[in-house]
């Protein structure tokens, strides 16, 4: 049977671009492994050197992405808001995050735990495929904006 909140999720995960051609047996197993997480404003989720705990989707308000530039402090990489993902090396039990991840309002989010998801991968290789796809893409979208802030740091301003 399935519960109130796997069929939110389910119609969560279908609305989202990222998610929304995968099949409906793969996105039950997600559902099945989700949970509702909310964090106030000015939250940390986790910080450079931890583990990853959970493969996050924002349902509603914005998470930061934050590298420690020395000399500089805490730089905003990326800026995520309601239907993205975040915490993708999760998936990888022996990789550490590399930035810090924070709230600048509050945000609701679904959790699904990175165990849980490792496992069900290992267990359906197209859930697998399916999901490294997907983080494959967000990662590099991610990777071309922060090419693209990159540049316009470096790059002086034309008159």
Not at 7 to 25: A, G, P
Not at 75 to 83: I, Q, S, W
Not at 84 to 96: A, I, K, N, T, Y
């Amino acid at each position: 049977m399935t519960s109130q909140l796997e069929l939110k999720v389910i119609t969560l995960l279908r609305s989202v671009e990222l998610t929304q051609s995968m099949e409906t047996s793969h996105l039950k197993k997600l559902a099945a492994i989700a949970r509702e997480v909310k964090f106030p404003a000015d939250r940390v989720i986790y910080r450079r050197g931890d583990t990853g705990q959970a493969v996050y989707l924002i349902e509603d308000g914005e998470v930061v992405i934050e590298m420690d530039i020395p000399g500089k402090g805490l730089m905003v990489m990326n800026t995520l808001g309601p239907g993205q993902f975040f915490g993708w090396s999760s998936l990888f039990p022996s990789e550490r995050k590399m930035a810090w991840t924070r709230t600048t309002k509050t945000t609701r989010a679904i959790a699904f735990d990175a165990a849980q998801l490792r496992a069900a991968c290992k267990n359906d290789h197209e859930l697998d495929y399916a999901i490294v796809r997907r983080a494959a893409e967000s990662t590099a979208d991610r990777i071309r904006l922060n090419r693209q802030q990159l540049n316009d740091l470096i790059t002086p301003e034309r008159a």
